[in-house]
């Protein structure tokens, strides 16, 4: 049974970057689509980046394109999402979660995720 961990995350000021860890065990992740969603304060969670199995493919929301990178290591069973440029927008528990499948599909909704992570709180304040 793979078993996620999401880590690093803080509090950090406007402008600056975070990196994000995801930790499998239990099983090999690289057979597994990986995404990542948050949730804010008061609002329902979103969907944030995916990455496929063998990182051909890649997804971001709109709302963090060009500012979050998503990677993975199948040989160390991590993944990462790099956020740089982060806002108060930014804001919210990040987690990690699996697809019982090894593509992203074309949109990132929790529904097609079955497998969840613990998650880690990111916080963007001056």
């Known amino acids: 049974q793979l078993e996620l961990v999401a880590s690093g995350g803080g509090l950090v000021q406007p402008g600056e970057s975070l990196r994000l860890s995801c930790l499998a065990s239990?099983?090999?992740?690289?057979?597994?689509?990986i995404g990542w969603f948050r949730q804010a304060p008061g609002k329902e969670r979103e969907g944030v980046s995916c990455i496929s199995s063998a990182s051909t493919t890649k997804m971001y929301a709109d709302s963090v394109k060009g500012r979050f990178a998503v990677s993975r290591d199948n040989v160390k069973n991590i993944l990462y999402l790099q956020m740089s440029g982060l806002n108060a927008e930014d804001t919210g528990v990040y987690y990690c979660a699996a697809r019982p499948i090894n593509t992203c599909g074309s949109s990132i909704s929790e529904e097609a995720y079955n497998l969840w992570g613990q998650g880690t709180q990111v916080t963007v304040s001056a």
């Open positions: 239990g099983t090999n992740v690289g057979y597994y689509a």
